[in-house]
């Protein structure tokens, strides 16, 4: 079900994910104009206010609205992949209503006008999420001339980062960190040495019996070192995005507890799969695949379940990337990396994560910390506020089929696939 704006709507016994209800109690809630008209604990006997629609809904549960922290949409330069309007509809069907987007675009995300571009874009009457820019840390995310941080700052960037390139000039990384402490800004680094990381695959038994050249584990564990190391002596806060490995969540575990103001992430599908899947049958050399940073070994997957469960791992996004057929329906090691990921990140973690996190505790890293890290309002479950809320069924099992796509890409390695996602969006206001 798509966003609903206008029409007033009236959900019926549903449990709310926030710190300030017990999610064992039910409510009803009245939503009408954008706002939470009724809020009040549900009994047989509630009549349903005169011209409010009545959703069907019991039993499931309501938070605020989800918000991406990183994701790629294509629009300017490369709408053949994905443009804002359709990665709005995908967004919004997988639970968000707010979405970071990275610098990546042709011109790339750079400028105030940039910015001012999504802000209008943001102000049309289809748009069914809030766009938020990354804008890019360097001129042209090309790693060597830093970006007039504080302009873009001022015009509204929430983050600054090369979205898929990594800043490798220490210098560069150096003055960026310290020129953001001027305004609290956040610098986001995407960990990986490109001296090392010139593969197709994680580097292991699989990737040699497949005869694929590897990315190491190492490629990412060495950036992540030394950007600590500068992280250390400049002060600032800094952000590593879909990190992989065991040794990476252990790094920023101690860097956390020696007192570094470092978070992370991790992609909502990064504990899907393994490395050894390109191996099976139905895997076999699939494109679909072939991600960035890349699926792991089982050691790897178990170190991020554990950093999920103790807070080293602060926020899940769906690291969104489209791609068209001709960069996808290629030879392994000539194809793209990045799936689309809008409409399952949720049911992806959801299913990995079940029996390691509450409900409460994955929602908190789809809402509260992503906001946190970006200085973002927190939306709130009351009478009056605006209505920013994402209705969902935790543990109602799907499957992602090709005609439910409404991104402009259609490269998934969900598609069709059983026992794979768990937890079903609703619908979004």
């Not at 992503?370 to 209705?391: D, H, W």
């Amino acid at each position: 079900m798509q966003s609903e704006q206008t029409t007033a709507h009236w959900l019926p016994k549903v449990r709310i994910i926030n710190s300030e209800y017990d999610s064992k109690k039910e409510f009803c809630i009245g939503i009408a104009d954008g706002k939470i008209t009724h809020l009040v604990e549900y009994n047989p006997s509630i009549t349903i206010p005169i011209n409010y629609k009545k959703i069907d809904c019991e039993d499931a549960f309501v938070s605020v609205g989800w918000c991406d922290m990183r994701a790629l949409v294509t629009e300017p330069g490369m709408e053949h992949r994905e443009t804002l309007n359709t990665a709005g509809k995908a967004a919004s069907l997988g639970g968000f209503t707010q979405v970071a987007i990275l610098p990546n675009t042709k011109p790339t995300l750079e400028n105030k006008e940039n910015v001012y571009f999504l802000e209008q874009e943001n102000k049309k009457s289809n748009s069914r999420v809030e766009f938020l820019a990354i804008a890019a840390l360097t001129h042209k995310a090309e790693g060597q001339e830093m970006t007039q941080m504080y302009d873009l700052h001022k015009a509204g960037a929430v983050a600054f980062s090369d979205g898929l390139k990594n800043v490798s000039h220490t210098g560069v990384l150096m003055r960026a960190l310290q020129y953001a402490q001027a305004f609290d800004g956040l610098v986001m680094q995407l960990p990986s040495d490109k001296n090392l990381a010139n593969g197709h695959m994680h580097e292991g038994i699989t990737s040699t019996k497949l005869g694929l050249k590897g990315l190491p584990s190492i490629a990412e564990e060495m950036m992540i070192q030394r950007d600590l190391e500068i992280l250390r002596y400049t002060g600032g806060k800094i952000h590593f995005s879909t990190i992989s490995t065991a040794r990476s969540v252990e790094l920023i575990r101690k860097a956390k507890q020696e007192g570094l103001n470092v978070t992370c992430d991790i992609a909502a599908y990064q504990l899907s799969f393994l490395d050894e899947y390109l191996a099976k049958n139905s895997f076999i050399f699939d494109t679909f695949l072939k991600t960035f940073p890349p699926f792991r070994t089982q050691n790897d997957a178990t170190a991020i379940l554990e950093g999920l469960k103790d807070n080293t791992i602060d926020v899940i996004v769906s690291n969104h990337n489209p791609h068209d057929e001709e960069t996808k329906k290629l030879e392994f090691d000539l194809a793209e990396f990045g799936i689309i990921s809008f409409q399952t990140a949720f049911a992806a973690i959801r299913k990995q994560t079940e029996h390691i996190l509450s409900i409460e505790e994955l929602i908190e890293k789809f809402t509260t910390n992503p906001r946190k890290l970006l200085k973002l309002e927190q939306p709130q479950i009351k009478e009056g506020q605006k209505a920013n809320l994402t209705v969902f069924y935790p543990d109602q099992e799907w499957e992602f089929r090709k005609e439910a796509n409404v991104s402009k890409s259609k490269n998934s390695p969900f598609f069709e696939l059983k026992n794979n996602l768990k937890g079903k969006v609703l619908m979004t206001f």
